[in-house]
């Protein structure tokens, strides 16, 4: 079953329309409704790329929390090897909003940590909808820790609204991990790369995502706030959403411009969630081109690169 | 149309000015209601002095009570582009910033400067709640990279004073790089062994706290500061939670072991002095020479007074 977002609905009713043909003509045999549905199928296709290939920031947004796009454990299970969880912060408890361990990429060892939100109600509450609290990033503290000590590159997937508001994350110091998990991100003397598969959601996003190379997938977002957050604070009214996010800025290709992002990676038509295999095979090679840019550089330098990087950003606007 | 408002106020506020009429003589206390007269307000580092409520203080009051003699030099910030996103909500970005510019007398949302406190050189920057919430945007980035600069240059300690709603909204994901930015200028002063003191005051949230205002190597916050990343209408109205007394202010922090101390404004200077020169190694003040200058000038002739006491 295809979960279609609103604006996708004329779509839906095409799709729903030439699947109803062919459901017909499977009780009919007789019946020839082939020449009708690939009709369809086309008009579906023209409809898809037409909507796609021009959508809106706040459609981006949808698109990017999409409940069918992959998560990070699909990424996990379809681009690593040997994948081993290493879990907890040592302190308090183990986040199962961010996944994390070691694992193979293309061969080699390294170090993948990831927020995930979950697919189905019961994974969603037990991930906490990809809201880390402080025991997340703690634990990706220390992971990153772990790869500095042993020369693994890190690699990291962004996929959070942001951290949690809650009692326990605000009285547990949540403030204090992120600043320690970005600060960490700026310390290791491995190559860390990012990308940004979902929702890049404030705070959350930065403790994981400040990086020698930021990649982006093309639908995906990345956002100082929400842009209901936005509306509600600046338009006093959440419902000005679409203004919200237009004027953030929070698509990959505004932060390519913005020098935020480094890569944006092209989804197949009709977003990630429409072939997802496509998407993480492309996500891939994003991860193996952005590492292979820092082959053979020294670690001091990859750190003071990565230092660089981040006082220097932000030294030109967006072109009128 | 309303003609009295629109033609008659502007000219009565515009002869006001011109004649420098203090708008307010005095000032009721939000927490207990005293009534407050502005000099003695001013002298007292805008805490009342009924209940030691602690209102809001503009960075150069501020380090006019800091600095030995009320003396400071400013440290120049790069100015970044302006309005990168050619940002507009309801109003364009340009014009919030105007306003903001005109009406606290100050370039941006962050001061910073140099000078010695107790003979102790440092390097303060302060954040200006006044000025659009204190939000951190570029200029506040650039400001903290330039007062880490300078600290590391003239091998001094830097003192930041935290104030802010979070981050500046109106430069996008630029205000959110602010974050990694101000963490390297942070990773600079602790690459060279130089203290990082921050002072927490109210309100200190989002962004802010989630970087800098949480990296110092002391963490000194002022009384019942809101410190959060979350705050806590945002918690309320998303998870429903209820709420204990006091959450996320200074002495809930303290006691959830996230702060190293809290400290009322009036002892911030001799306590910063204190600890300054016992993490620089510098031998303990013998007598505290330099007192501050009073506000609104009226420092007088005092080098060789004693310390202000509590
Ligand atoms: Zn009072």
Avoid at chain 2, 36 to 56: D, I, K
């Amino acid at each position: 079953m295809t979960n279609y977002l609103e604006f996708e609905k004329p779509l839906a009713e095409i799709e729903g329309k030439a699947e109803e043909l062919r459901a017909m003509a499977r009780a009919n045999p007789e019946m020839d409704i082939e020449k009708e549905a690939s009709a369809l199928d086309r008009k579906a296709k023209d409809m898809l790329s037409s909507l796609y290939g021009d959508l809106s920031a706040w459609r981006k947004c949808q698109v990017a929390r999409h409940p069918d796009r992959p998560h990070c454990i699909d990424y996990i299970d379809a681009l690593f090897t040997q994948y081993t969880p290493l879990a907890g912060d040592r302190n308090f408890a183990d986040d199962h909003s961010v996944m994390g361990g070691l694992a193979r990429f293309r061969g080699k060892p390294v170090m993948v940590i990831g927020h995930e939100k979950g697919n189905d109600t019961k994974s969603r509450i037990e991930r906490n909808f990809g809201m880390a609290r402080p025991e997340g990033y703690r634990k990706a503290i220390r992971l990153m820790e772990l790869a500095d000590k042993f020369g693994l590159p890190v690699i990291t997937l962004v996929d959070t609204p942001g951290a949690y508001p809650g009692k326990g994350a605000e009285e547990r110091g949540q403030s204090e991990a992120i600043a320690r998990s970005t600060e960490k991100c700026l310390k290791v003397k491995v190559p860390l790369v990012s990308v940004i598969i979902g929702e890049g959601g404030s705070g959350g996003a930065v403790a994981f995502a400040t990086a020698n190379r930021v990649a982006m997938l093309e639908h995906s977002i990345y956002s100082v706030i929400s842009p209901e957050g936005c509306a509600s604070i600046l338009w006093k009214d959440a419902e000005k959403m679409r203004e919200a996010a237009e004027a953030l800025r929070l698509t990959a290709q505004d932060l390519k411009e913005l020098g935020v992002c480094d890569v944006v990676v092209k989804e197949p038509l009709g977003g990630a969630h429409r072939d997802s295999k496509t998407a993480i095979k492309a996500v891939g090679d994003a991860i193996a081109a952005m590492l292979k840019e820092m082959d053979g550089q020294r670690g001091r330098d990859i750190r003071d690169d990565r230092r660089r990087k981040y006082l220097e950003l932000g030294s030109k606007g967006l072109a009128a | 149309m309303n003609w009295i408002t629109n033609y008659v106020r502007p000219t009565i506020n515009s002869l006001f000015s011109r004649r420098e009429v203090p708008e307010n003589l005095w000032t009721k206390c939000e927490e207990c209601g005293t009534m407050l007269f502005h000099r003695e307000l001013a002298e007292n580092l805008n805490v009342c002095g009924n209940c030691g409520h602690h209102m809001v203080i503009t960075p150069r009051a501020r380090f006019t009570a800091l600095f030995d003699n009320g003396t400071f030099t400013e440290v120049k910030v790069p100015e970044p582009i302006a309005d990168p996103l050619q940002f507009r909500d309801q109003k364009k970005y340009s014009e919030r910033m105007k306003g903001a510019q005109k009406s606290t007398g100050e370039r941006e949302a962050m001061l910073v400067a140099k000078g010695e406190i107790g003979q102790t050189p440092i390097v303060a920057a302060a954040q200006d709640f006044s000025f659009m919430a204190g939000s951190m945007g570029m200029y506040v980035g650039n400001a903290i990279i330039a007062a880490a600069e300078e600290a590391v240059k003239t091998k001094r300690p830097l003192v930041l004073f935290s104030a802010a709603g979070g981050a500046r909204m109106q430069e996008g994901i630029l205000s959110l790089m602010q974050m990694p930015r101000t963490t390297v200028a942070v990773e600079m002063l602790k690459d060279a062994g130089l203290p990082y003191i921050v002072v927490l005051t109210h309100p200190t949230t989002g962004g802010v706290t989630a970087s800098y205002a949480m990296l110092g190597d002391v963490q000194i916050a002022e009384p019942n500061a809101l410190i959060c990343f979350a705050g806590p209408r945002v918690i309320e109205q998303t998870i429903r939670e209820k709420l204990p007394e006091g959450f996320q202010r200074a002495e809930y922090l303290l006691d959830h072991g996230m702060l190293d101390r809290v400290t009322p404004r009036t002892q911030m200077r001799d306590e910063l002095i204190t600890i300054i020169r016992m993490l620089m190694n510098k031998e303990p003040l013998a007598v505290a020479v330099a007192a501050p200058a009073k506000p609104e000038g009226e420092a007088k002739a005092e080098a060789q007074q004693e310390a202000p006491k509590k």
